[in-house]
């Protein structure tokens, strides 16, 4: 058998232990003023104007919490996007599990790495959650629409190189309303020191994704 070593960062990646960085889903919403009613208003009138007025009340959020993101993708996926991983998968600690979950699934087969994050992100408004989509690809360059995904769908796969080990990895991002679907996949073969295609970790984390939307579309209010 043939002898080899894993970059450190793809070292790092195996590692059951992930920090996920909360820091950027802070977000805030500024509070909306009711309208001032004239204090010389007749008290008739007044009462079949209130009972009519538009409610000051926030509208109800499609989606109020994150669905279990390691049920959000099938087990035939699974086995054939991450070759020899348990299909149960294996969610990250959140600090907020109603808003913000994650799976990971990654296998090392023979020679050949894969890995599969899937996120859920429960933001307060539509708004909010377009916002949030529109900053996260302010830092991709060189991908595309994913036309058919949520409200909106974006992916980009992007190749690394560390001690001439090669890692292509996807990731797809989609919003469905007031919510964020994140989807990364990448892989690495560390016998040829090549990594796989972009064609096939593109298509890959696609599906993952088109997966996971269904599943959060099933968690409507």
Same mark, same amino acid.
């Given at each position: 058998?043939?002898?080899?070593?894993?970059?450190?960062?793809?070292?790092?990646?195996? $590692?059951?232990?992930?920090?996920?960085a /909360?820091? %950027?889903? /802070?977000?805030?919403?500024?509070?909306?003023? /009711?309208?001032?009613?004239?204090?010389?208003?007749?008290?008739?009138?007044?009462?079949?104007?209130?009972?009519?007025?538009?409610?000051?009340?926030?509208?109800?959020?499609?989606?109020?919490?994150?669905?279990?993101?390691?049920? *959000?993708?099938?087990?035939?996926?699974?086995?054939?996007?991450?070759?020899?991983?348990?299909?149960?998968?294996?969610?990250?600690?959140?600090?907020? *599990?109603?808003?913000?979950?994650?799976?990971?699934?990654?296998?090392?087969?023979?020679?050949?790495?894969?890995?599969?994050?899937?996120?859920?992100?429960?933001?307060? $408004?539509?708004?909010?959650?377009?916002?949030?989509?529109? %900053?996260?690809?302010?830092?991709?360059?060189?991908?595309?629409?994913?036309?058919?995904?949520?409200?909106?769908?974006? *992916?980009?796969?992007?190749?690394?190189?560390?001690?001439?080990q090669?890692?292509?990895?996807?990731?797809?991002?989609?919003?469905? *309303?007031?919510?964020?679907?994140?989807?990364?996949? &990448?892989g690495?073969?560390?016998?040829?020191?090549?990594?796989?295609?972009?064609?096939?970790?593109?298509?890959?984390?696609?599906?993952?994704?088109?997966?996971?939307?269904?599943?959060?579309?099933?968690?409507? &209010?």
């Amino acid at each position: 058998m043939r002898s080899f070593s894993l970059p450190v960062t793809l070292t790092a990646r195996l $590692s059951p232990v992930i920090v996920l960085a /909360a820091a %950027g889903w /802070a977000l805030s919403s500024a509070p909306t003023d /009711a309208p001032q009613e004239a204090a010389d208003r007749p008290a008739g009138k007044t009462k079949t104007q209130s009972a009519t007025a538009p409610s000051q009340t926030q509208a109800v959020k499609t989606y109020a919490a994150a669905p279990a993101p390691c049920d *959000s993708v099938a087990e035939k996926t699974v086995k054939s996007l991450v070759p020899g991983a348990k299909t149960a998968g294996k969610e990250i600690p959140s600090t907020d *599990s109603d808003l913000r979950r994650t799976c990971s699934w990654n296998a090392l087969k023979g020679y050949e790495y894969r890995w599969l994050d899937v996120s859920f992100e429960v933001l307060e $408004s539509d708004e909010a959650a377009e916002r949030s989509y529109q %900053g996260r690809l302010e830092d991709k360059s060189g991908g595309g629409a994913v036309p058919g995904l949520g409200d909106a769908g974006y *992916s980009v796969v992007d190749l690394t190189t560390e001690d001439k080990q090669q890692t292509r990895e996807g990731v797809v991002v989609a919003r469905a *309303s007031n919510a964020l679907v994140i989807v990364t996949y &990448n892989g690495s073969d560390f016998e040829s020191k090549k990594a796989p295609g972009t064609d096939e970790i593109n298509k890959g984390a696609i599906k993952a994704a088109k997966e996971a939307v269904a599943a959060l579309e099933k968690n409507r &209010n």
